[in-house]
């Protein structure tokens, strides 16, 4: 069986897109929506094209997700995050407000050659707590202590890894649509074993049409897309 992990599109219409017809390739069985759908220039776009998929694709809630359906931003986030979540609950049908309210936590499956997959956004306590390419692993040790499944697929810090922390795989399949260091939409394929993705698309076309939108900071998104930085967040 084939998997596709997609994770953190952060509200980026072309670099979905993309992903999506480049999967297509691979003969995918199964694709996770890994959280952090909609936060970013055009949530729109991006909840239209995921409904579509609503009943045959996995979905998992991130921290972006959570924050914007419930209005809830964390208290210490910043004073533009907080206004990108207002701004983005406002672009979305009730319809999907109540969809990203009801997505779960983690998910779980078996993947022949692989065994059993923990799926989670952030880590496997929390949605908004960091596994990065270079966390200690004694950290990490702590933040999976209760898992049972071989391997972890996370996502959130928005730079893929692939690492062997006590005997458990941890692979963090990087960000769609708002990654740093990569020059291309990542993602994570799921098959025999766990293959990182970079897909390539119109950083340009994407960076144009972001500023033909309407959304606040919408600059910032598009300088962020065509020069990815080198630190996630
Ligand atoms: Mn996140």
Not at 34 to 56: A, S
């Amino acid at each position: 069986m084939s998997v596709a992990a997609i994770y953190d599109i952060h509200g980026n219409y072309y670099a979905l897109e993309a992903v999506l017809k480049e999967i297509q390739h691979y003969n995918v069985q199964k694709v996770i929506i890994g959280g952090d759908l909609v936060w970013g220039p055009q949530p729109r776009k991006v909840m239209d094209t995921l409904m579509k998929y609503k009943d045959k694709f996995n979905y998992i809630m991130g921290n972006a997700d959570r924050e914007v359906a419930f209005s809830n931003g964390e208290e210490k986030s910043q004073e533009f995050v907080m206004e990108l979540n207002k701004w983005c609950a406002e672009q979305l049908t009730d319809n999907q407000i109540e969809f990203l309210k009801t997505l779960p936590e983690n998910y779980t499956l078996y993947i022949d050659g692989l065994g059993e997959v923990l799926f989670v956004h952030g880590s496997p306590r929390s949605d908004t707590e960091a596994i990065r390419f270079d966390t200690p692993e004694e950290e990490v040790m702590e933040m999976i202590q209760d898992v049972k499944e071989n391997i972890i697929v996370c996502g959130h810090t928005h730079i893929q890894f692939n690492r062997l922390i006590s005997n458990k795989r941890i692979v963090n399949a990087g960000s769609v649509g708002l990654q740093s260091r990569a020059k291309g939409a990542c993602w994570l394929l799921l098959d025999n074993k766990a293959y990182l993705k970079e897909t390539k698309y119109n950083f340009e076309e994407a960076a144009k049409g972001i500023l033909q939108g309407e959304c606040p900071y919408k600059e910032d998104f598009a300088v962020h897309i065509l020069n990815p930085p080198n630190v996630g967040p």
